[in-house]
């Protein structure tokens, strides 16, 4: 519990002021950090010095602060999230460092996921994926008790694993191809394992590839290192379930 | 049709799909050729080769075995330039989550180093076997039957340092390419889940050294014994 | 005198809901395409209001700060939500759930809004099975219930421990489904700046897109906000780094009254803060108190030991710890409401007996359910939670207690709503926790989830029609109206004037102050010299504020200074108004404790005969002081007891 105090660290972080302007790397030196503060709380040091220089502070994406809103979105030393496992950038802390360290912090990089400043970028290519068909048609009310839809317990805990995906894109920002797919398939994976989702299943499977290919994500090489950059640990395995899904759908066509 | 073999999924099935009959040739392909080890009159071999350049089955399928290896191919492309336009700016710092030489990461790499292998390996055999000739490609008669002296040809080449370098090499590259390939395609097709993800990678090792070892162990085999 | 009119149903309680359904009017389909509704804010409430209002045929338009719907901090709440099912055959019923909630909420809430809260929660959990929310599932492939704090029933249902999350999801797939099929029209990124009013009546809003900082200008027939509540005016809490109150305080401003701001809930069970750099505080869900046990050191030397980091509390034997729950409340034990588990734990520490080394934590221990269960079952229960833990501090909780602390989670207070959830502003309402309406002085756990996908599903969208059908006949809000045009520019003139100060201080340092402020005479313990001092500070400080702040960047890109800045100057005004209404609220109830009136055992006393009223704020412009409107709260179906967990 006895966290040190890093007195001096340096950080080089994409700056851009715009979705069109050239973008660059700066360094900074960030004094004074505890070991035992979080990452973005580092950054906020930063920005307060920043601002007090008359500088423009870092834009950064971050909301929650507890790993579950998904909006912080740092590339860090060549990991998403950084270098630490089943945690989001805000959940990174500073003992994962060390002394006079240079910390490198990229914005996700991805064609389907433009720049917006600095290290903010546009994730609205996800809505759009789960506005294709990630959801279950039904309105409010009218629906039957909720015991009367029986679910395995295993079926209802494999549908929560694939439902915890926090939308983040740490799986884009940090496959080679930038590639959805593990996204995706955590939605479709979802619903496939529901009674509730089965009915509209081919079509999800169908709408929600689409969707995704016509954004311009790259193609799955089942490298895995998506599941490995997962803050939530969601397994390729539901990537097999969405290519099942996927196929099944075509060819029933 | 025309829209599943462009969607990324469809793409890849395609890829799965050629690629494990690409590894089921190659099975029958490592199974023929290490007869070349068994028998050093190399009457084994040729015998061997001999059913397989006769027999209908085998003469339908080698067409078939020539348009999975141009779809294989063509498709790796297409893949590969989509996903070199979904990152158009790459990270400065790279990325240190998997180490550079997994084979899953140099996929096309692998693939377009095993092709150059190929063609030098199609130029060293089947071109002289089937088109051109060669002086080393005289007739023998095994068991009253009349056949090429493929044996010759290979035991020749294979005294070569070079050539042996080459040729494990490319055993090497093509257990690498398989190593990831022979799980990857049974993922894309959907046939992997939690239990089976570790099972069929443990496989695509396991086949990937013995493509890599068997091989390479034949153009040692020559090396060392000639 | 009171301009407050309920609009309470007659009839008996379990009446009043369905009787007020029959009377209230209903908009034909053909109408409801003619009517525009604005949804501001995308959490539970938000979320669902909008993708049932589109469901319904209106014409819904929805902002959110976020990037994404789904990442309002709903998704944060993780231990369950509560619905009056009787799945376990425990003696549950719409009428447990709904005194539970009264008690729990110490008699300041109404009656007639707890009743139909619990009356349609079970709805709300067959809505989001429907929808393919994985809710945690026994063998037999039936509901899975727990049990939360201040209750002794199990009437919660979870989705391990992100049921926030999950329930937000499927309102957000719900939403999704409605912006595809185009009765929802989506902004992301855009922030509610100003509500525009028309002839009396609520017609539009004024908002910023936060990436272009371009001003924008919204029409519709009604302005829906849920927009969460306002615990960041204490800087350091469980909320989002983005929560705010401006919606609310604008509507404020525009003559919606302010109910109850002084009822916070301080939740007992966050992890402690670890010094200045802190930026906020993490919640470890009330569940955990499920098997957790909660101690401190019998004896102030292993407390001072501990405080030094001489011994771990593993050093400590059985005999020597203090389970001080199951000590002073016997019946209740770890599960006594969060008021109360929160004012302990904040007695133990200021008495001495802290264990961390700042003094202000205790332990919440989980070697007696290893032991009793296994470890397994602990991890499936709470395996998210214990990582989580771990993450941030370093420490396992499977082999050490957790360090826990009281911090600002929820509030009960916010926009006064009548029964239909409609401010005082005429097509202005106010949904979740933006509204003050259902939990009275204090939150039980997991009624918040509840609470905001009742407004939303099932009270709402039927509750509006009551309004719309009036308005049939109005045409499409023009935003070129002369109301517009003066929000519009009220709101340029407010960026403007923070943008143009200057000053050397950046925002964060004048919101850590604020929140230290509001911490130290506003938080888990009040008295009247401390609250009459924080008002002058506040004042002070909000002097200091514009003379002194410094906003950099530009007004017309992306600016998170800006942002916060014109969120910390409402938070400045509120602040002062919560101070205002503790002072005012002379008794103890739930998260209230005034030191003026307690029991001889230090429990909050309550004074019903002076103060069973919802207070109502209503502005009356910058440095005047607001009046105080109260609404009486009348207890037909539960009788008046002084609350007692022992």
Same mark, same amino acid.
């Given at each position: ?45 930063? $920005?307060?010095?920043?601002?007090? *220089? =008359? ?7 971050? @909301?929650?602060? #507890? ?71 039904? $309105?409010?009310?009218?629906?039957? *008790? =909720? ?7 295993? @079926?209802?805990? #494999? ?95 | ?226 | ?646």
């Amino acid at each position: 519990m006895a966290d040190q105090i890093l007195n001096k660290i340096y950080v080089k972080v994409w700056r851009q002021n715009s979705p069109k302007a050239k973008g660059r790397f700066e360094t900074y030196t960030v004094e004074n950090v505890s070991q035992g503060s979080s990452f973005l709380e580092m950054i906020d040091i930063l $920005n307060d010095k920043l601002i007090l *220089d =008359g500088k423009d502070p870092i834009a950064f994406d971050h @909301d929650c602060r #507890e790993g579950i809103c998904g909006m912080c979105s740092m590339y860090i030393n060549g990991h998403a999230h950084g270098p630490d496992t089943e945690v989001t950038t805000c959940q990174l802390h500073m003992r994962k460092f060390h002394e006079g360290q240079t910390i490198v912090i990229e914005p996700w990089r991805s064609a389907a996921f433009p720049v917006i400043k600095d290290l903010m970028v546009d994730r609205s290519a996800f809505e759009k994926i789960q506005q294709a068909g990630g959801y279950v048609s039904v $309105n409010t009310g009218g629906v039957p *008790d =909720g015991n009367t839809i029986l679910i395995r317990q295993e @079926d209802a805990e #494999e549908a929560m694993d694939a439902a915890a995906c926090i939308g983040c894109g740490a799986c884009v920002a940090t496959c080679k191809n930038s590639s959805a797919m593990l996204f995706v398939a955590a939605k479709v994976s979802q619903f496939a394992k529901l009674p509730q989702g089965k009915i509209e299943a081919k079509k999800r499977a169908k709408a929600m590839v689409a969707k995704m290919d016509e954004l311009g994500f790259g193609n799955c090489t089942n490298t895995g290192a998506c599941e490995m950059a997962c803050p939530k640990s969601i397994s390729i395995a539901h990537i097999a379930r969405l290519n099942r899904e996927y196929l099944t759908a075509r060819f029933s066509d | 049709m025309s829209s599943f073999l462009s969607a990324s999924i469809g793409r890849k099935f395609l890829m799965s799909l050629t690629g494990l009959f690409l590894v089921s040739f190659l099975c029958i392909h490592l199974t023929l050729n290490l007869f070349l080890t068994f028998d050093d009159s190399g009457d084994l071999f040729n015998q061997a080769a001999h059913f397989m350049a006769t027999n209908p089955f085998i003469r339908v399928m080698e067409p078939l075995l020539a348009l999975g290896f141009v779809i294989h191919i063509i498709w790796s492309g297409l893949i590969t330039l989509d996903n070199m336009r979904a990152r158009p700016q790459k990270y400065a710092y790279g990325d240190s989550l998997l180490s550079w030489w997994a084979p899953s990461k140099n996929m096309f790499i692998l693939g377009a180093l095993v092709l150059t292998f190929l063609v030098i390996h199609i130029m060293n055999f089947w071109v002289k076997m089937k088109l051109t000739g060669d002086p080393l490609l005289t007739n023998v008669t095994v068991g009253g039957v009349e056949m090429h002296n493929a044996y010759a040809l290979v035991s020749a080449l294979f005294r070569n340092p070079l050539y042996d370098l080459i040729y494990v090499l490319g055993g090497i590259l093509v257990g690498l390419h398989i190593s990831h390939g022979f799980w990857s395609a049974f993922q894309t097709i959907g046939l992997s889940n939690q239990i089976w993800i570790s099972r069929l990678k443990t496989v695509a090792v396991t086949i990937g050294v013995v493509f890599g070892v068997g091989f390479s162990y034949i153009p040692l085999y020559f090396l060392i014994k000639f | 005198m009171s301009q407050l009119n309920s609009k309470i149903p007659a009839g008996s309680i379990a009446e009043k809901w369905s009787n007020h359904k029959a009377k209230i009017k209903v908009v034909s389909p053909a109408n409801k395409r003619k009517l525009d509704v604005i949804v501001v804010g995308t959490g539970l409430a938000g979320a669902s209001a909008a993708a049932s209002l589109g469901e319904l045929g209106y014409n819904v338009t929805a902002f959110c700060y976020q990037d994404s719907p789904r990442r309002a901090h709903s998704i944060a709440a993780q231990g369950g939500i509560n619905a009056a099912k009787n799945y376990q055959n425990d003696n549950d019923s719409v009428y447990r759930l709904f005194y539970d909630t009264i008690k729990g909420g110490d008699y300041r809430a109404r009656e007639a809004n707890v009743h139909r809260l619990a009356e349609v929660s079970p709805n709300i959990i067959d809505q989001c099975v429907a929808q393919g929310v994985p809710f945690a599932r026994e063998y037999g492939g039936l509901l899975s219930n727990r049990s939360f704090g201040g209750v002794l029933v199990s009437r919660t249902f979870y989705a391990r421990g992100q049921t926030g999350q999950q329930l937000l999801l499927g309102a957000y797939s719900a939403l999704n489904r409605q912006i595809h099929e185009g009765t929802v029209k989506m902004y992301t990124r855009h922030e509610m700046m100003d509500v525009v009013i028309v002839d009396g009546k609520a017609r539009g809003v004024i908002v910023r897109d936060m990436v272009t900082g371009e001003i924008k200008r919204f029409g519709a027939h009604a302005v829906v906000l849920a927009t969460g509540g306002y615990g960041n005016v204490f800087f350091l809490s469980t909320n989002a780094m983005g929560c705010n109150a401006s919606a609310s305080w604008v509507a404020y401003k525009k003559g919606a009254f302010f109910a109850n701001p002084c009822f916070v809930q301080i939740h007992p069970t966050c992890i402690p803060v670890h010094g200045s750099q802190q930026s906020k505080l993490t919640l470890m869900s009330e569940s955990l108190r499920n098997d957790g046990r909660v101690w401190v050191p019998k004896k102030k030397e292993d407390a001072v030991k501990l405080q030094k980091g001489e011994i771990g509390p593993n050093d400590i034997a059985d005999e020597d710890r203090d389970f001080y729950l199951e000590r002073r409340y016997p019946s209740y034990g770890n599960l006594v409401p969060r008021d109360v588990a929160s004012r302990a734990a904040k007695e133990r520490c200021d008495a001495g007996f802290g264990v961390n080394r700042e003094g202000m934590a205790v332990f919440l221990d989980f070697k007696y359910a290893i032991q009793r269960l296994g470890r397994d079952t602990i991890a499936k229960r709470y395996g998210n939670l214990f990582q989580m833990y771990e993450k941030i501090t370093d420490t396992d909780p499977y082999k050490e207690p957790m360090q826990i602390y009281p911090a600002i989670h929820y509030t009960m207070g916010g926009t006064w709503v009548d029964y239909n959830l409609m401010t005082t502003v005429p097509g202005l309402y106010s949904l979740g926790e933006a509204n003050f309406s259902d939990h009275g002085a204090n939150r039980l756990g997991a009624s918040a989830l509840m609470q905001g996908l009742a407004d939303g599903y099932f009270v709402l969208p039927y509750t509006i029609g009551d309004y719309l059908g009036n308005e049939i006949m109005t045409p499409r809000i023009q935003t070129t109206l002369p109301e517009f045009e003066e929000a519009e520019k009220g709101v340029v003139a407010k960026l403007e004037k923070l943008f143009n100060i200057k000053g050397k201080t950046p925002v964060d340092h004048f919101h850590k102050r604020l929140g230290t402020i509001m911490w130290d005479h506003v938080g888990m313990s009040r008295n009247e010299a401390g609250l009459k001092q924080a008002i002058e500070e506040i004042r002070q400080l909000r002097e200091q504020f514009y003379s002194d702040l410094l906003v950099p960047g530009e007004l017309k890109n992306v600016n998170p200074e800006l942002e916060k800045a014109s969120r910390v100057a409402d938070f400045l005004e509120l602040g002062e108004l919560l101070a205002r209404d503790a002072l005012n609220r002379k008794e103890s109830c739930g998260g209230h404790f005034r030191e003026e009136s307690a029991t001889e055992e230090g429990e909050a006393k309550r004074d019903d005969e002076n103060f069973a009223y919802v207070s109502a704020w209503e502005y009356k412009g910058i440095n005047e002081e607001p009046v105080l409107h109260k609404e009486e709260l009348v207890f037909e179906t539960i009788a008046l007891t002084q609350r007692s967990y022992k």
